[in-house]
């Protein structure tokens, strides 16, 4: 399995969204590997003739084909079950992250829940580790299509790619795929300006080998933490003891970190204060704030879909001084 890391190092920035260490990237991108990739195509093709791998070129096709319109939240015929069709489950499909109304087709990566059937989504926050960002109802799946979840209590779980349509408040799915038979693919642009001062000075410098996240990373005093990708390695900025700081990082993360206080004035210190407004100001469809790093200081605004004016209104709030990148967690289907 190729590094996480490496993945994240392909990734082409264009113009609208955060190069950052992201969950669904890191948790999943992974698990998409080059190499797995060769492996499911292999399967394909030693597994298939000429004629039944056409038939999944066709079954292909017809996946990558728009959502229709669904009364009452059952599923369409345009867009069949992955998990009924296997083939199609191995088509790449592709996230956009572009404004889009309500309307359009939109897929979410996170843990479904339910007992007669999947009922509930907990959305997983693009960040480091599988963290739930927020929870919608979900109609339109049963536990049928989702055949790798596990029961405990009577409570059925699966962590999940969800496609359907999201109207702002619940979820009208038409097709559920396991993680490891998906490939998503996100935009990464670089937002502009963006400012090339360090966001903070190294104070502690932790060794390290590993690249994964323990949950996320959370303790008192921490006020922003992202992935410096040129060095490879956690950046830290707390407003509390750096020896405290060293120890919480530790209990979360196993690879190499970087350790600051955070600064009076400066890119982080603009960037807090602009975290603080948008929180301050609750502009609906806004789920989380958080500082990045791209390089310098990037306010990352998360939101449960990238729909037309949500930029400009978190701009009027934020300040057009600030570098601003948003990111949905129900992502346009292109």
């Not at 597994?47 to 292909?60: D, K, P, R």
């Not at 449960?304 to 009027?316: D, F, K, S």
Request: net charge neutral; proline share 8%.
């Amino acid at each position: 399995m190729t590094d996480p890391l490496d993945e994240l190092m392909e990734l082409k920035p264009t113009h609208a969204s955060a190069l950052l260490l992201d969950p669904v990237d890191v948790a999943e991108r992974a698990t998409r590997s080059a190499r797995g990739a060769r492996r499911r195509a292999n399967v394909l093709l030693t597994g298939l003739s000429v004629a039944g791998l056409a038939l999944a070129v066709a079954v292909g096709a017809l996946f990558m084909r728009p959502v229709q319109a669904m009364p009452g939240g059952a599923p369409s015929p345009e867009f069949p079950y992955p998990s009924a069709t296997p083939m199609s489950s191995f088509v790449p499909m592709n996230g956009g992250d572009d404004p889009a109304d309500y309307s359009a087709p939109r897929l979410a990566f996170g843990r479904l829940t339910g007992t007669d059937r999947p009922d509930a989504l907990c959305i997983y926050s693009r960040t480091l580790a599988r963290s739930c960002e927020t929870t919608v109802p979900v109609s339109g799946l049963a536990w049928s299509q989702v055949w790798w979840r596990t029961t405990s209590s009577g409570t059925s779980s699966a962590d999940a790619y969800v496609w359907g349509h999201f109207d702002g408040k619940k979820v009208a799915a038409t097709a559920v795929t396991r993680v490891e038979d998906t490939s998503v693919s996100y935009s990464n642009p670089v937002p502009s300006p963006a400012p090339a001062t360090a966001l903070i000075t190294c104070e502690k410098t932790l060794p390290g080998t590993g690249s994964s996240m323990k949950d996320g990373l959370s303790f008192q005093g921490l006020e922003a933490y992202w992935f410096d990708v040129d060095n490879r390695r956690l950046m830290v900025a707390t407003s509390g003891k750096l020896a405290a700081a060293e120890v919480e990082v530790r209990k979360y993360w196993d690879g190499p970190a970087c350790i600051g206080s955070v600064p009076t004035q400066g890119p982080l210190a603009e960037l807090l204060t602009a975290a603080t407004r948008v929180r301050d100001a609750k502009i609906e469809g806004v789920t989380s704030v958080v500082p990045a790093d791209h390089p310098g200081g990037v306010l990352q605004v998360n939101v449960l879909a990238n729909t037309p004016g949500l930029r400009e209104r978190v701009v009027e709030v934020a300040g057009g001084s600030v570098s601003l990148t948003i990111v949905p967690l129900f992502v346009t289907v292109t």
